[in-house]
């Protein structure tokens, strides 16, 4: 019986692109923005802030809920070149 390796992909990639069926949010705490992204908090705080201006070169698109601040996951993966893959539908998925 031969077993296949799963296509490995890029470590980054794993630790912030989303899996079917898992539970990643769609938000992320500013600390775990700065975690996947390796950068430090008032990086973090100055991309958010680039993102609130009109046309922003590089920033991170927030959210805030009440006095707390949350970052898209969309922005922190635009931010890093990669991009979010729609999840496929399944017949038995609806």
């Known amino acids: 019986m031969i077993l296949e390796m799963p296509k490995s992909r890029p470590r980054f990639e794993q630790a912030i692109c989303p899996q079917k069926g898992s539970n ?20 973090v705080f100055a991309l958010l802030a680039a993102g609130d201006k009109p046309n922003p070169g590089q920033h991170l698109k927030r959210v805030r809920i009440g006095r707390a601040t949350r970052v898209t996951r969309a922005s922190v993966l635009a931010l890093a070149g990669l991009q979010m893959r729609p999840a496929a539908i399944e017949p038995g998925d609806m």
Request: charged residues 25%.
């Open 24 to 43: 990643d949010p769609l938000l992320l705490t500013v600390e775990d923005t700065m975690a996947k992204l390796s950068l430090g908090r008032t990086t």
